[in-house]
Nanobody, 118 residues
Framework: QVPLVESGGGLVQAGGSLRLSCVSS????????MGWYRQAPGKQREMVAR???????NLADSVKGRFAISRDNAKKTVYLQMNSLEPEDTAVYYC????????????WGQGIQVTVSS
């Protein structure tokens, strides 16, 4: 069973919005920090957003004011709301579950493509 499954990616015009979802099958979801990362062609994977089990969030400077991360523990789902999308946001987006009490991802989703056209 794949522990993390992303959905919601696709093609959108600049200025548009998308919401990514990640459903987890990990049993300790409610206390685990979760995150979203992205990797553009030719670039390293970078952290986009992180949310703790208690709901505290932090976002990369490049997406502050445009993206928001949230979670629904009852649905074992984490979301990434992306607004005012720019062509520079084009990347494969990955959901991650952190190893408990660390900043180290332990599980990754399969990745989902987000393409922003100019």
């Amino acid at each position: 069973q794949v522990p993390l499954v992303e959905s919601g990616g696709g093609l959108v015009q600049a200025g548009g919005s998308l919401r990514l979802s990640c459903v987890s099958s990990i049993s300790i979801f409610s206390i685990n920090a979760m995150g979203w990362y992205r990797q553009a062609p030719g670039k390293q994977r970078e952290m986009v957003a992180r949310i703790t089990g208690g709901g505290s969030t932090n976002l990369a400077d490049s997406v502050k004011g445009r993206f928001a991360i949230s979670r629904d523990n009852a649905k074992k789902t984490v979301y990434l709301q992306m607004n005012s999308l720019e062509p520079e946001d084009t990347a494969v987006y990955y959901c991650a579950s952190y190893v408990l009490n660390t900043d180290r991802p332990g599980y990754w989703g399969q990745g989902i493509q987000v393409t922003v056209s100019s």
